[in-house]
């Protein structure tokens, strides 16, 4: 379809790239209705001012007595529908399993060169296994061959989960560092050296990813000093925090100043607005104002808000 750009017009455009949206056949008790209640949803955009809410599978609710790739397989079809029924409002990305080989592969393609998807959501790591996995090789270089964004979202469980028995730490703490491991080992494994134009988009500002720069540079700078211990294999051909620059980090976190911190190191260019509404029902607005309240230039907002964003999805 044609899309229509009111910020080229001079108004604002607003692209929420952090939500989560569900089949109805896939609810239970136990899951927010948020996450099949559209016309919720729809009164929150217009109360926001949000025009297009981009959304994913985070496989931390999906059925469990479903076969992966069917659950895959479903999500797609459902997410390609729902962006067709409403498409200024929607868009669906992808869903797989990076580590699945060529039927997840497969499905992938499909769903990007048939169903039209403009993006693919995964899990920072699955059971234990991070991105870096040789068995995920397959999957960068189609990602990388069909030039879509990589939308990174942590799992249920997470680094750490056995000592996160209290308050919902797995949510609070041990997604954002579930995310910040596997970036880390996507940089220094080379990855994103294998692969230097791809586009991942990390969610809650990448975790604690933009503290790190510093941290993984003097390491490598030290890697030849075996006092500190191993640094093996050697892959890089420039400092890590290089490749943390290729990065695009979401503003999703409620917090000013970690926004500002991600502006600093990605730059304005590489973050984008994020929600993670649904789920987190909480007003949408809330999450805009974070962004209008930065203490940046009015262009640079909208650059969050929404043209970065269009720009990745290839909406301009």
Not at 27 to 44: G, K, N
Not at 173 to 179: A, C, I, K
Request: proline share 8%; charged share 20%.
């Amino acid at each position: 379809m044609a899309w229509e750009m009111p910020g080229l017009l001079g108004k604002p455009f607003t692209v929420d790239c952090h939500a989560h949206l569900f089949p109805q056949h896939w609810y239970v008790e136990s899951t927010p209705r948020s996450v099949i209640d559209l016309d919720a949803l729809f009164a929150q955009q217009d109360e926001a001012g949000v025009n297009l809410t981009v959304f994913g599978n985070n496989w931390i609710r999906h059925p469990r007595d479903l076969d992966p790739l069917r659950v895959v397989q479903e999500y797609n079809a459902f997410a390609a529908e729902l962006t067709s029924r409403y498409p200024q409002r929607l868009l669906g990305l992808a869903s797989t399993i990076p580590f699945g080989g060529d039927p997840f592969n497969r499905e992938l393609e499909r769903a990007i060169c048939e169903y039209g998807l403009r993006g693919v959501m995964i899990n920072t790591s699955v059971n234990g296994e991070y991105l870096d996995s040789r068995r995920a090789d397959d999957f960068w270089e189609l990602v990388t061959r069909l030039d879509i964004p990589v939308f990174l979202h942590p799992p249920r469980e997470t680094i750490g989960n056995e000592r996160m028995e209290i308050f919902r730490l797995p949510e609070m703490v041990g997604r954002p560092f579930d995310t910040t491991l596997t970036l880390a080992r996507l940089i220094l494994t080379g990855v994103l050296e294998r692969h230097p134009t791809l586009k991942l988009v990390c969610a809650h500002m990448g975790g604690a990813i933009a503290l790190l720069p510093g941290r993984l540079n003097f390491g490598y700078e030290l890697r030849h000093d075996h006092t500190f211990g191993p640094w093996e294999p050697d892959v890089l051909s420039k400092p890590p925090s290089e490749y943390i620059s290729q990065l695009y980090l979401d503003t999703m976190g409620f917090h000013m100043p970690a926004v500002m911190c991600a502006v600093a190191t990605v730059g304005v260019d590489h973050v984008v607005f994020g929600s993670d509404h649904p789920p987190v029902h909480l007003p949408l607005k809330r999450s805009v104002a974070v962004v209008e309240s930065l203490p940046l230039s009015h262009a640079d907002k909208q650059k969050i808000l929404g043209l970065n964003a269009a720009r990745l999805l290839r909406l301009l």
